[in-house]
């Protein structure tokens, strides 16, 4: 049983005269435990479809199903969480880590305040940050370490799906293994089903059972991570 299925998926953007075909027919599947990865060039339409899978906008065409519904309301949007590109526009700097941390939980009415504050120290313990970082802002921070915050986020109310739009295409190449490590390990331990979306053919190897990639809004190959070829 998919987690995820994806059917004939199309987006469109801007007036008739001016518009941009983003993506066209999309047919996707994720399932539970599994990494699927999403490669393409940029303007491919890998975030217009990260968008729709989170419900951040409505498609022109097809339709998005999470556990055999249809995206709407807030179990999906709880179950569903995102991992964005940069870590320094993604989380507020005038915000404290915690109450950034805590966000999904207050949006979902998720525990009392000292059920969030606990939940807030195990998702630092997870992500390898110091519990007292929940204090402190996320300018005091390093990208690597934004980007686990940004992580912990996604995680705090307990998704089934994480969608990471390039996590790691902003940071250091230093850094990146790091992050892609921590992102496999709580794949594992947690049994998430992850999109993986990057630019790069080799980082989405590392970590995906799975590969498709996107060529101009459109799916042109996929199949199991070792068989994919293509760089596009
Ligand atoms: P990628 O994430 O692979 O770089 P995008 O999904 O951002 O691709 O973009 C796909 C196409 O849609 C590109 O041609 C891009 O210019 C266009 N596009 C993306 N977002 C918008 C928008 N908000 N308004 C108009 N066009 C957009
Ligand atoms: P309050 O703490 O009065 O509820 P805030 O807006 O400061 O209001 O924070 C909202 C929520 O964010 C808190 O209830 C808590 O769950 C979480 N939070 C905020 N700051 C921290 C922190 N330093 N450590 C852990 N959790 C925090």
């Given amino acids: ?41 940029s303007g491919s339409g890998k975030s217009t479809l990260a968008r729709a899978l989170v419900g951040a906008h409505a498609p022109s065409a097809g339709s998005v199903r999470f556990d055999g519904q249809p995206l709407l309301g807030n179990r999906a949007r709880r179950e569903i969480q995102m991992v964005f590109q940069d ?6 700097p005038r915000l404290t880590v915690g109450r950034i941390i805590a966000e999904p939980l207050i949006a979902h009415r998720i525990g009392d ?23 402190r802002s996320p300018r005091e921070f390093s990208g690597g370490q934004r980007q686990r915050i940004g992580i912990a986020r996604a995680l705090a109310p307990q998704p089934r799906v994480l969608v990471c739009d390039e996590p790691v295409s902003a940071l250091d190449v230093s850094i990146q293994a790091q992050v892609i490590d921590l992102l496999a390990r709580l794949q594992r331990e947690l049994g998430l089903a992850v999109l993986f979306i990057a630019h790069d ?23 199991p991570a070792d068989r994919v070829v293509t760089a596009p």
């Fill in 201 to 223: 053919l080799a980082v989405v190897r590392q970590v995906s059972h799975r590969i498709a990639v996107l060529h101009q809004g459109r799916i042109v190959e996929s199949g």
């Fill in 113 to 135: 305040r000292a059920q969030r504050r606990a939940r807030v120290a195990e998702l630092l313990e997870q992500v390898g940050l110091e519990a007292s970082a929940a204090d």
């Fill in 1 to 41: 049983e998919p987690l995820l299925v994806v059917r004939g998926l199309a987006k469109e953007y801007g007036p008739r005269r001016r518009r941009t075909t983003a993506l066209e027919s999309v047919d996707l599947e994720l399932h539970p435990g599994e990494t699927l990865g999403l490669v393409g060039e």
């Fill in 87 to 92: 870590p320094y526009a993604s989380l507020n």
